[in-house]
Nanobody, 124 residues
Framework: QVQLVESGGGLVQAGGSLRLSCVAS????????MGWFRQAPGKERTLVAAVTWSGGRTYYADSVKGRFAISRDNAQRTVYLQMNSLEPEDTGVYYC?????????????????WGQGTQVTVSS
């Protein structure tokens, strides 16, 4: 079993920054992807950014390219999402998730473990 715990969400004005953290504990895997999903009210949950743990391949949704950066600390089993130049459209619940395997996949159905989510609200 894997447990994922997110932190770092909050209320921020447009143009500001936040850094989300996700700490993994429990079972380990040889190859996996960790990603950040966002769910806004009334909308589907979609992948914002992801990174493969071993190779460091990354994915960013078009809406966040150039503003967000995903990184990882292998020793601490922690993944971060640095969010800069935040916009009201970035508002939502951000979930950390883990996909076991070698491929970086974007659909939430592939992800095996999920955190509780952390709320990010960006005001105009």
């Amino acid at each position: 079993q894997v447990q994922l715990v997110e932190s770092g969400g909050g209320l921020v004005q447009a143009g500001g920054s936040l850094r989300l953290s996700c700490v993994a504990s429990g079972r380990t895997f040889g190859s996996y992807t960790m990603g950040w999903f966002r769910q806004a009210p009334g909308k589907e949950r979609t992948l914002v950014a992801a990174v493969t743990w071993s190779g460091g391949r990354t994915y960013y949704a078009d809406s966040v390219k150039g503003r967000f950066a995903i990184s990882r600390d292998n020793a601490q089993r922690t993944v971060y999402l640095q969010m800069n130049s935040l916009e009201p459209e970035d508002t939502g619940v951000y979930y950390c998730a883990l996909d076991v395997g070698t491929l970086l996949r974007t659909a939430e159905s592939h992800y095996d473990y999920w955190g509780q989510g952390t709320q990010v609200t960006v005001s105009s």
